[in-house]
């Protein structure tokens, strides 16, 4: 589904990304780890043009990204953000389908009666018609993933989604992110929620200073980790 | 881009070419305020030069039209052709007389020195070393300016102002024209003019540089009425009634004088009609201006697309941010619009609103800046196109966060429309100067006109913040 060949991004004289090279295939879900400043969240959105890499090609659907076709292929690919990024000005319902009716994908009346549909399955039916600043971190972060699962994307894009919120709000972030994982979605996370990691993904990418240090199965990775740097970074965060 | 210029040419059409063919007109430019020669009186322009230039006008078979702009600018309107001569007592002196051509003279005027009654300045020995007051730019500006080297010398806009000074002590005394003077002291009693003449001059009209065959013709007319004496008539008929004296009868007739009497009144109503037109159609024009230069640079930036249209924007709002706005009005209407019979008022509210514009374009980019970097990225993982981003999401949220700021800048705006005056337009300054012309009385019609713009500006803030209440819906508190 991806192919990304050497990859790189620099900000200024900095290097963020290394020659990066990877596949993803249909239905694998990536979490990708590593120490804060290591390139993650770069590579996250360099994968949805977010940012515009320095070097290198990022083929989707065997087309090119960046180039004119590749703005079609954009609407199936989700992205999910740290900050929630739920538009302000907009209710809840409003968020759920302005893009679904904007891209023509649905008329009004089918989009809304979607987006009721999934706010029922959170428990969040009576909140539709609230702006999101009377919502909770976690609300606001479950109603961005409806948001983006309601363009039906092929793929979903996760960058760190639980960092900005309090610890008890984690779990009912995580718990969506699993449910959407059962409906067979293409998954990339970038995440410090090991257990996460270990329960959902199907291989785990270790980053460390722009390039990919480690990949493997949960099993491999958590269990046999071989490089001194991912026992380093796992060790630290097993103190936490 | 080739459709809006197109849509600009046809507005530009229908404004210039719908005022009808009548009689051809024959404008004269003046700055009413200078009794007998020229002021208001119910509500048009009369005096000694009017009646004169009715006399020319009857002779060309022209129907006779009044200007009314500041002094300072007389000479631009004639030089531009925006009128066919200046007639506003205007001394004839060599350096004018490079700018534009002069009649004959057609009076003689006798310039005097008014001073407070009891005051130390017996006559004209007195004076050297003095507070002077005069008007800028007159002949008796430059006489005192040559012949008084140790006085203190105050230069005012308006004579009016000058008046004021010597009311007030600020300056001892003021050379003027004669026949004003007297008008002045007949409704200041505290004032007098000192026995004696200080000095001659010679006032002409003034027509374009080369246009030999008006001259001759206003000169044809002029040299008729001196021989029949008739000049000496109109100032007689244009010299006004005393006022009455004792102070509860001036406190009562200065009420009366400005709003009452020959229905002064409507001045400040026509004045208050403009400034609000004036301002709330440069606001509109202002906002859409200033909406799509911030778009464009945005746009620009985002994109990387139209750089050049962007870099227009960018010198555009360089450009007005950094000049006076006066200075666009004069440019506008002595430059761009110099043979365009487009009206005064619509290059007031274009004046405006381009100067407006720029101001505008900043404010809703910081609007733009002020909508958080996340809210366009999930609008682009969203795949919402530019437009609509911009429409539903980023735009709404801008105008929420900047609308203060553009309640302040319409409050500006409103007060900026009073240079109008400037170029003829009768906004509230220029309706307050016009009664404060008749009546002798400069600040009285100030307050009025200061009040007027309090009772504006407070009707457009409660109106701003009620809208902005009704917008921060979804902002928690």
């Known amino acids: 589904m991806y192919k990304i060949r050497h990859l790189s991004k620099s900000f200024g004289k900095t290097k963020v990304l290394k020659d990066l090279n990877l596949d993803i295939e249909k239905e694998e879900r990536i979490v990708i780890i590593g120490p804060s400043g290591s390139g993650k969240s770069t590579f996250l959105r360099c994968l949805n043009t977010l940012e515009k890499p320095t070097k290198g090609k990022i083929f989707y659907e065997n087309t090119d990204l960046f180039s004119k076709k590749g703005k079609e292929k954009l609407k199936k690919i989700g992205m999910v953000f740290q900050s929630f990024n739920l538009f302000e000005n907009l209710t809840v319902l409003e968020n759920l389908t302005i893009a679904p009716i904007q891209n023509k994908r649905l008329t009004k009346q089918e989009a809304e009666k979607q987006a009721r549909e999934l706010l029922e399955k959170i428990h969040l039916k009576e909140k539709e018609n609230v702006y999101p600043s009377a919502l909770s971190g976690g609300q606001k972060q479950r109603v961005a993933i409806l948001r983006s699962l309601l363009m039906k994307p092929e793929i979903m894009l996760f960058d760190e989604p639980t960092s900005a919120l309090d610890a008890e709000m984690i779990d009912e972030v995580l718990n969506l992110m699993k449910e959407v994982a059962k409906e067979h979605m293409t998954m990339v996370v970038v995440t410090h929620e090991l257990s996460f990691a270990k329960e959902v993904a199907t291989r785990i990418l270790f980053m460390d200073e722009g390039a990919i240090i480690e990949e493997g199965t949960p099993e491999e990775l958590f269990n046999h980790p071989k490089t001194e740097r991912l026992k380093a970074f796992l060790g630290k965060i097993g103190r936490l | 881009m080739k459709k809006i210029g197109f849509l600009f040419l046809c507005v530009l059409a229908l404004l210039t070419g719908c005022e009808k063919e009548k009689k051809e007109e024959l404008i004269m430019v003046t700055e009413a305020g200078f009794a007998p020669y020229e002021y208001y009186e119910n509500g048009e322009i009369v005096g000694v030069d009017v009646a004169i230039g009715e ?393 009025v006109s200061a009040i007027l713009y309090l009772l504006l500006t407070f009707l457009l803030s409660k109106g701003m913040h009620f809208i902005e209440r009704r917008m921060e819906k979804y902002v928690q508190n």
């Not at chain 2, 002595?334 to 274009?350: K, N, P, Q």
């Not at chain 2, 196109?385 to 500006?412: C, D, H, W």
């Open chain 2, 55 to 447: 006399e020319i006008a009857k002779a060309l078979n022209k129907e006779l039209v009044v200007k009314d702009v500041a002094f300072d600018f007389i000479i631009n309107e004639v030089q531009s052709g925006k009128a066919d001569f200046g007639a506003a007592g205007m001394s004839i002196t060599e350096e004018r007389q490079k700018e534009v051509d002069f009649t004959v003279e057609y009076t003689v005027s006798n310039q005097v020195v008014i001073v407070k009654k009891g005051s130390n300045i017996k006559d004209f020995s007195d004076i050297s070393d003095q507070t002077i007051a005069v008007q800028l730019g007159t002949v008796a500006d430059s006489y005192v300016q040559e012949n008084y080297p140790n006085a203190k010398i105050v230069e005012h806009k308006k004579y009016l102002s000058a008046v004021e000074d010597v009311k007030s002590g600020k300056a001892d005394l003021l050379v003027m024209d004669k026949l004003p003077a007297e008008e002045i002291v007949k409704q200041n009693t505290q004032l007098k003019i000192l026995d004696g003449v200080l000095f001659q001059d010679r006032y002409g009209m003034i027509v374009k540089k080369g246009n030999k065959k008006l001259l001759n013709q206003i000169n044809a007319v002029l040299e008729d009425l001196m021989e029949q004496g008739k000049i000496e008539d109109f100032v007689l008929q244009y010299s006004k009634e005393e006022a009455p004296t004792g102070f509860f009868a001036q406190i009562s007739n200065k009420f009366y004088q400005t709003f009452i009497y020959q229905d002064r009144y409507l001045y400040f109503l026509e004045g208050l009609k403009s400034t609000v037109i004036m301002a709330l159609a440069a606001a509109v024009l202002g906002f859409v201006l200033g909406t799509i230069v911030a778009l464009i640079r945005d746009f620009s930036e985002s994109t990387g697309k139209i750089k050049i249209l962007k870099k227009i924007c960018d010198i555009y709002v360089y450009v007005i941010r950094g000049t006076p706005t006066l200075l666009q009005l004069m440019i506008l209407y002595y430059v761009i619009f110099r043979t365009s019979s487009i009206s005064v008022f619509f290059v007031g509210i274009l004046t405006f609103g381009i100067n407006s514009g720029a101001y505008v374009a900043e404010i809703i980019r910081a609007g733009f800046d002020a909508v958080g970097k996340g809210q366009r990225e999930a609008a682009k993982t969203l795949s919402l196109s530019y437009p609509k981003m911009m429409r539903y999401i980023i735009f709404p949220q801008a105008i929420q966060k900047v609308f203060p700021t553009l309640g302040n800048e319409a409050i500006t705006l409103l007060k900026e429309t009073s240079i109008a005056g400037y170029i003829g337009i009768v906004e509230l300054i220029k309706a307050s100067d016009i009664v404060s012309s008749s009546t002798y009385d400069y600040f009285f019609p100030l307050i």
